[in-house]
Nanobody, 120 residues
Framework: QVQLVESGGGLVQAGGSLRLSCAAS????????MGWFRQAPGKEREFVGR????????YYADSVKGRFTISRDNVKKAVYLQMNSLKPEDTAVYYC?????????????WGQGTQVTVSS
């Protein structure tokens, strides 16, 4: 029912910025929470932040708080992750995910991921 496609990843120097996009297909996201996760090689997938589609409330992991910002576009049905003051430890594959809150606490849909590499 829902498909997610991330884009915008790439190589950036430490201290730089990058904006990731997540294009979402679906009839409505009023009952969804959209999340961003990341996974570095050899590490577990890590929560980055989330946004409640209806209302736009956001929550961030401490590791990115103050540097990353999540937003959404109701018309384009897109979710964005603005990443500022990037650090080498931010290097990972970033995933967009969608949680249908009516089906339980787990995220129901995932994108394919986009690579972000931060050089020191």
């Amino acid at each position: 029912q829902v498909q997610l496609v991330e884009s915008g990843g790439g190589l950036v120097q430490a201290g730089g910025s990058l904006r990731l996009s997540c294009a979402a297909s679906g009839r409505t996201f009023s009952n969804y929470i959209m999340g961003w996760f990341r996974q570095a090689p050899g590490k577990e997938r890590e929560f980055v932040g989330r946004i409640v589609w209806s209302g736009g409330l956001t929550y961030y992991a401490d590791s990115v708080k103050g540097r990353f910002t999540i937003s959404r576009d109701n018309v384009k049905k897109a979710v964005y992750l603005q990443m500022n003051s990037l650090k080498p430890e931010d290097t990972a594959v970033y995933y967009c995910a969608a949680d249908d809150i009516s089906t339980g606490p787990l995220y129901d849909y995932w994108g394919q991921g986009t690579q972000v590499t931060v050089s020191s």
